[in-house]
């Protein structure tokens, strides 16, 4: 649609901005904006069109169960081969790409607690812009306690740098813990900013702009961590 392709061309346009300049401590409120407008930008797309009804939709899969764990991976990489082996449910299987078009759930049960595994349909390069079905699969996979990464075994180093990214991109972090920063959102006050550990990695001017790109102008912020402006817009 029109709207797609005018925030994939100012992705675009902030992509290049953001590569051309120079990394050092003059253009670090420079970057971390734009890395905020970046994030911002890509959560839109993976929102879909306002009015469309579909914005931010996973597949239609009830959440049950003591955790759901959702695969991710290329097409054709044996997500619906594993699902078959250890659940008791069936996930078509081909040897031909994009055998899977929705979420296929089973069951693991272990020690008593029943794990929901979804089976997610391959995803493409690009996905964080919405390509192929990178919209569904990245926001059902929001929804998961664990983000298990299938890989190609024969590309397994360039595929696993690969889904990372598309996901990054997309806020969600592989094997990261969040950041000890809390953000409390009030209805009056302004930003509030504290800190208990000195901050060498951002500051109060970057975080309330960037507040403030996201339309939050009450709000109460409290840095426990000396954490990065990514992990802040996360």
């Given at each position: 649609t029109q709207a797609k392709m005018g925030i994939l061309e100012r992705i675009k346009d902030i992509e290049e901005e953001y590569a051309k300049t120079q990394k050092n401590k003059r253009t670090e409120y420079h970057l971390g904006l734009l890395k905020a407008r970046?994030?911002?930008?890509?959560?839109?797309?993976?929102?879909?069109?306002?009015?469309?009804?579909?914005?931010g939709e996973g597949f239609d899969t009830k959440k049950r169960g003591s955790a759901r764990e959702a695969m991710v991976g290329?097409?054709?990489?044996?997500k619906s081969t594993l699902l078959?082996?250890?659940?008791?449910?069936?996930?078509?299987?081909?040897?031909?790409?994009?055998?899977?078009?929705?979420?296929?759930?089973?069951?693991?049960?272990?020690?008593?607690a029943e794990i929901q595994l979804l089976d997610l349909p391959g995803i493409v390069e690009g996905a964080a812009e919405g390509k192929g079905r990178g919209r569904q699969v990245i926001a059902t996979?929001?929804?998961?306690?664990l983000v298990l990464l299938m890989l190609d075994a024969g590309k397994g180093a360039v595929h696993k740098a690969l889904l990372e990214e598309e996901l990054f991109k997309c806020g969600i972090r592989v094997n990261i813990k969040p950041p000890d920063?809390?953000?409390?959102?009030?209805?009056?006050?302004?930003?509030?900013?504290?800190?208990t550990v000195p901050l060498t990695l951002m500051n109060e001017k970057l975080c309330?702009?960037?507040l403030g790109l996201y339309k939050i102008h009450n709000a109460e912020v409290v840095y426990r961590e000396d954490a990065t402006d990514d992990q802040f817009i996360d």
């Open positions: 970046l994030a911002q930008l890509r959560s839109q797309l993976l929102e879909g069109e306002k009015g469309s009804g579909k914005g290329f097409p054709s990489v044996g078959c082996k250890i659940t008791d449910t069936e996930s078509a299987t081909a040897a031909y790409e994009f055998t899977t078009l929705t979420a296929v759930p089973g069951n693991i049960k272990h020690n008593g996979a929001r929804t998961a306690d920063v809390t953000l409390t959102i009030k209805k009056a006050g302004g930003i509030s900013f504290g800190k309330r702009d960037i």
